[in-house]
């Protein structure tokens, strides 16, 4: 079999009138980003006596805003009170007087006292629940159905995750297995 070749192909220059050549070097290439693109909202500011209305749109972000400085401020209330509660109650320690009735009445008050701070806590881990349904946006809305709670129900019970149906639907589901 004969052995094939490849000749060298040679490029010879060629020169054109009035032609300008322009090298460019590598550029660094920046995008212009434009105001649309960055979607940054700013914090919605509402007045101390804004009360959320029916007639606004239901959680828009002016009662997202509202429920959340209501919880938080709730909150720092709560915390507050136990830390004083805790306080005080380790100073008064009537638990090594000498009169048995005044150790069981101190032990009786203390014990109210444990029950209510716990109640407290629990409460604060609801209202840390609501902030984060806040935060993303499911608050106000039903956990089991997805519908809307209502206004007038977050005022009163701001911690509220269940619409009225669903939360009288699992009242009467824990009666029934207390009962049996």
């Given at each position: 079999m004969p052995k094939i070749t490849k000749s060298p192909?040679?490029?010879?220059?060629?020169?054109?009138?009035n032609v300008t050549t322009v090298t460019k070097k590598p550029s660094k290439v920046i995008k212009k980003i434009s105001t649309t693109e960055i979607k940054v909202k700013?914090?919605?500011?509402i007045s101390k006596t804004y009360i959320p209305k029916d007639t606004e749109k239901y959680m828009c972000d002016k009662h997202l805003?509202?429920?959340?400085?209501?919880?938080?401020?709730?909150?720092?209330?709560?915390?507050?009170?136990?830390?004083?509660?805790?306080y005080h109650g380790s100073?008064?320690?009537?638990?090594?007087?000498?009169?048995?009735?005044?150790?069981?009445?101190s032990y009786t008050d203390k014990t109210v006292e444990m029950k209510a701070i716990n109640r407290q806590i629990k409460l604060i881990s609801k209202i840390d629940q609501a902030l984060m349904r806040v935060k993303d946006k499911t608050f106000g809305f039903c956990?089991?159905?997805?519908?809307?709670i209502g206004l007038k129900r977050l005022m009163a019970r701001p911690v509220a995750h269940l619409c009225i149906a669903a939360q009288e639907k699992?009242?009467?589901?824990?009666?029934?297995?207390?009962?049996?």
């Open positions: 192909i040679k490029k010879t220059p060629v020169k054109a009138k700013a914090p919605i500011k805003s509202f429920f959340k400085i209501k919880l938080t401020e709730w909150k720092k209330e709560l915390v507050k009170a136990n830390n004083e509660a805790l100073m008064d320690d009537n638990s090594v007087s000498a009169d048995i009735v005044d150790q069981a009445s956990a089991e159905t997805a519908e809307p699992h009242e009467n589901d824990e009666k029934v297995y207390a009962d049996d």
